[in-house]
C-alpha cells in the first residue's frame, strides 16, 4: 500500500480520511475478507501520521464492523456482500411546473394582518420564555397547565363557555386534533353529518378515519335541518357562530334543536368555533357549548385570531371523552411547540390578548366595509355578497355565463388571485359560480385596485 | 317593567347587560313566547339611555334569533324550547392525586442542557423571522423549503444519507409522524416487527393503526436477527445507530442483512435516527439510508440534539411512498411552527447548527464520562453499565433482589428521580431490575451527588 493513494486535504480529520478510504476499500472489495491489515504503528509510519490517527481510523472500523482485531495477530478485513451502494442522487420530484405569474393582489384568506401584530410584546415575552428552566423540557402531552387556564378563563369570558382547564387539549392544527379526536369515536361512530358546503379540511381529516359522509345541506338561510331525521349519524360537526364557508349563523332555535337531537339519539356535536372572534355587526354570539356542554366538543384555534404559524389549537372536551381521550393519548408527546404555549399563557394573562382581539375586531371590520362597497361600487347588481356580518372574507356569487374556473383564470390574467368554493361543496352545488375573497392581510387601497382589476378582468 | 331591575355596573358596556337581561328573562320562560316587548324608545327613556343603546341590545337579540321585529308592529319573543341551561361549572377532573416529593436530583431523560444553549442566536434569529411576511400566513403542508433543503445538505454530509428536499417531510414529533406515515402504509402492512425492549412511543404509534406488533429480541450484543426468517411482517422499525433503550449499534453485516431482507419481500425499514449526533467513543456511524435508501424511512428529530420544546422532527420517504403520501395529505395543515421552521432553517445555514452539535457532543461526552467513574466509584461490581458509548442516558442493571418499583421508591426517598424500563419490554424480560438515567441537563456536581444518594438509598 503506497502513501500517494493517501491525499490527505484539509477538509476534515486524517483519521477520518483514513477511514474513509479504508471503507471504500472493503465495500468494493478491493481489500478481500480476512485480509490482513497493516499494523496501527505500520500504517502511521507508511503515511506519517500519528499512531493515535491510524488507531482512531481502526476503531471506527472495528465498531462499525468492517474490520475486527485479533489481539497480537493485529486486523482482519471481515465478511462483507457486494450490496448496491447508493451511489445516485434521487432525482428532484413535484417541483413547481406551472410558471407562477406574480400577483399584484392576492384575496387568500389563511393570513392575518402583520401591521397590527403585537410584535414587539410577543418578542419581549418570547425572549422570558427562552429564558425559564421549563423551556427546556418536552412539554404536558395535553398541553401546558399556564395554558389551558388561561384558555378557560377566556373561553368563560367570551364565548360563555364554562370549563376546566383538565377538560382542554392543545393541539397544533384543527386537523392534528380532529383526527385524534376520530380515533376515540371511530368505533361507535362509524359516519358523521358535514355541512354541504364545508370546510374541506374537516372531511378530509374524518376521511383519515373512513368515516362516511352524510351531507347537510346549507343554504344562504342556514341548514336545512329537517334533513336531519333522514340522516343515520350520530355525530355531526358545524361551524354555528360563522358557518364555513356560507357564513350565516345558527339561531338561537337551531342551536337548541342541535343540541336536543344530539342528546335524544347520545350523540355529539363537533363545535368548530374557528373565528367568532370577529364578528362585527353585533357582538360574538355564545357558543353553542354554552348552551349545554354534555354532549358538545368545542374547537378553538388562533390561527385566525393571532398568528398561523404558531400552530395552536384548542378543543374542549365533554365529561364523558376526556378519561377515554386521556387513556389513549398518555404517552403520546406534545405536537405544539412548548416555547408558543408559554409565550401565549402570558400574553394572554398580562391581559394583552384581549386588547389584540379588540383591536383587530375594528382593523377587520374597516376592511370589510371597504371590501363591500368597492363591490357594490364597481359591481352593483352583478354580484351578490355572502357573508359580510363576520370573519376574514367573503363570498360573491358572480351573476355570470362564466364557469368558477374562467373567473379565476380571468382574474389571473389581471394580476388578481381569487379562489374557488367549489372543493367546499359535496351535492348541494351552486347554480353559479361562487368566488372566496378573503382581504386579512390587505389595506383597503390594495382592496380597492384589486376589486377594479377585477371588474375589468371580468368585464367582456 | 321597571328600572330597578336593570342595576346597570361598569364592567361591560349598558346594552350588553340588557341584551343578558332580555336573554335571561326568555331563556327562564319570564317573558313568553309571542309576547311583545317594550319600544326602542319606551326602553330608552324608562332605563335612561340612548335609543342607540337599547337598539344594539336588541339587534343582538334579532340576530341570535331570541326575538323578532314585525315591523311597526314592534318586537316580539320567539319561540324558546326550555333547555337546561348549563349552569354548573365541570367538577375538575384528574388533577394530580399523588403528593409530589420534591426530588433533590432528577435523572430524567428527555431535557437538554440549558447552559450551552445559543440563546442569543436563536432570539436574534427568531426575532429577524418574526419581521417576515411569510411568518404571518399558514405554512407549506410539507414543511418550508428552506428547512428541507438544510436538512438534506446535514443529512449528506452528516449521516451519509443522499436525498432531495422534495423527499423531505416535516413534522411536530416522531410519533405524529409515524401516525401519518402509518395511514399510508396500514393497507399493505397488517404488522410491524418492534425491537424489544424497543422506544414505547413508536409501539403506541402503530397501534393507533391498529398494527400486530412482532417482537425482535435485542441484547447488550445487538438484536437476534435469526428470529427474522419466522416473523410475518414485511416492515420492521429499528433504531440502527443507538438502540432505544440499549445502546448497542447495528454493524455494517447487520445493516446489509436487513436491506437485504428488505429489498427481497419488498417490505420498508423505518429508520429512527433519533439521537445520532452524540456518539463518543466514535464518530456517528453512517445512516442505514446511507447504504441504500430504496426501502428505508429514515427519522430524525431536533429534540435531543437542539430543543424538544420547538416540537420539530423529520422523514425522508423513499421514492415509492413519497407521491402516495403528498396526495393523502396535501390538504392538511402543517403540525409545525412556522416561525420555529424559518428560525432553525436560518441557523443551520449561518453554520450555528453544525458548531452546536460539535460543542454539544464534547459537553455531554464529559457528562457522560462524568456519570460512568461515578458509578464504578460507588457502585463497582454491583451495577453493570449499559450504552455508555452514545446518548444522552444510559442504564444499569442493578444486581440486587429487587424490584425496578423497589429501585425507584428507595431512591425517591432519598431525593433522587431515576426512571424504569419495563415499559420498554413486550417478551424479552430482563431477569435483574434495569434503571435508565439520564444527564443530560445535569452538571458533573449534580451526578456526583445523585450517584452517591442512589449508592445510599439502595444500600441495605
New interface residues.
Given amino acids: 500500500m503506497k502513501n500517494t493513494i493517501f491525499a490527505f486535504n484539509d477538509d476534515s480529520p486524517k483519521y477520518?480520511q483514513i477511514?474513509e478510504q479504508f471503507k471504500l476499500f472493503i465495500e468494493r472489495g478491493d481489500i478481500p475478507a480476512n485480509h490482513p491489515l497493516p499494523s496501527i504503528r505500520q500504517l502511521a509510519e507508511s503515511l506519517q501520521v500519528s499512531r493515535n490517527t491510524t488507531l482512531?481510523a481502526y476503531?471506527?472500523l472495528v465498531?462499525?464492523?468492517?474490520i475486527r482485531g485479533e489481539g497480537r495477530k493485529g486486523y482482519f478485513v471481515?465478511?462483507?456482500?457486494p450490496?448496491?451502494?447508493?451511489n445516485?442522487?434521487?432525482?428532484?420530484?413535484?417541483?413547481r411546473t406551472k410558471s407562477q405569474t406574480k400577483s399584484l393582489i392576492d384575496f387568500?384568506a389563511?393570513?392575518?394582518?402583520?401591521s397590527h401584530?403585537p410584535?414587539k410584546i410577543?418578542?419581549r415575552i418570547?425572549?422570558q420564555v427562552?429564558?425559564l428552566?421549563e423551556?427546556?423540557?418536552?412539554?404536558h402531552p395535553f398541553g401546558e397547565e399556564s395554558l389551558r387556564e388561561q384558555i378557560a378563563t377566556y373561553l368563560l369570558q367570551s364565548r360563555g363557555v364554562?370549563?376546566?382547564p383538565?377538560?382542554i387539549i392543545i393541539g397544533?392544527?384543527?386537523?392534528?386534533m380532529l383526527?385524534y379526536l376520530g380515533?376515540i369515536l371511530k368505533d361507535d361512530f362509524p359516519s358523521i353529518i358535514v355541512e354541504d358546503p364545508g370546510y374541506?379540511?374537516a372531511k378530509?381529516?374524518f376521511q383519515?378515519h373512513r368515516l362516511t359522509l352524510e351531507a347537510l345541506p346549507v343554504y344562504e338561510t342556514g341548514a336545512d335541518f329537517s334533513k336531519l331525521k333522514q340522516m343515520e349519524s350520530r355525530l355531526i360537526y358545524v361551524t354555528p357562530s360563522h358557518q364555513s364557508p356560507i357564513g350565516v349563523?345558527m339561531?338561537?332555535?337551531?342551536r337548541?334543536?342541535l343540541?336536543?337531537w344530539a342528546n335524544k339519539i347520545q350523540g355529539y356535536i363537533i363545535e368548530d368555533d374557528y373565528d367568532s372572534e370577529f364578528r362585527y355587526?353585533?357582538?360574538p354570539?355564545?357558543a353553542l357549548a354554552?348552551?349545554?356542554?354534555t354532549r358538545v366538543i368545542y374547537l378553538g384555534n388562533f390561527?385566525k385570531s393571532f398568528?398561523?404559524?404558531?400552530?395552536l389549537s384548542y378543543m374542549v372536551l365533554p365529561?364523558q371523552l376526556?378519561?377515554h381521550y386521556?387513556n389513549q393519548f398518555l404517552?403520546?408527546?406534545?405536537?405544539?411547540?412548548?416555547?408558543?404555549q408559554l409565550t401565549m399563557a402570558k400574553l394572554m394573562e398580562e391581559g394583552e390578548w384581549n386588547r389584540h382581539i379588540k383591536r383587530m375586531r375594528l382593523v377587520y371590520k374597516r376592511k370589510m366595509q371597504c371590501i363591500v362597497s368597492e363591490l357594490r361600487k364597481h359591481f352593483k347588481q352583478e354580484v351578490t355578497i355572502i357573508g359580510e356580518q363576520s370573519g376574514l372574507y367573503l363570498l360573491i356569487k358572480v351573476h355570470v355565463n362564466h364557469s368558477e374556473e374562467w373567473l379565476i383564470e380571468r382574474a389571473s390574467l389581471h394580476g388578481v388571485k381569487v379562489y374557488p368554493t367549489s372543493i367546499y361543496f359535496i351535492k348541494n352545488h351552486s347554480n353559479q359560480p361562487i368566488i372566496k375573497l378573503g382581504f386579512s392581510?390587505l389595506t383597503c387601497e390594495e382592496i380597492q385596485f384589486g376589486v377594479e382589476l377585477l371588474k375589468k378582468a371580468w368585464s367582456k
Fill in positions: 477520518k477511514y482512531s476503531e471506527q465498531a462499525e464492523g468492517y471481515n465478511e462483507l456482500e450490496l448496491l451502494f447508493q445516485a442522487l434521487i432525482p428532484p420530484m413535484n417541483k387568500r389563511g393570513a392575518v394582518d402583520q401584530f410584535l410577543w418578542r418570547a425572549n427562552l429564558a428552566q423551556s427546556f423540557r418536552y412539554g364554562k370549563t376546566d383538565s377538560a397544533s392544527s384543527t386537523q392534528q383526527i380515533q374541506d379540511g378530509e381529516a383519515f349563523s339561531s338561537i332555535q337551531e337548541q334543536m343540541i336536543h355587526t353585533q357582538q354570539f355564545p354554552s348552551i349545554d356542554s390561527s398568528l398561523p404559524g404558531i400552530r365529561k376526556i378519561n386521556k404517552r403520546f408527546e406534545s405536537t405544539t411547540s412548548l416555547l408558543s392581510n
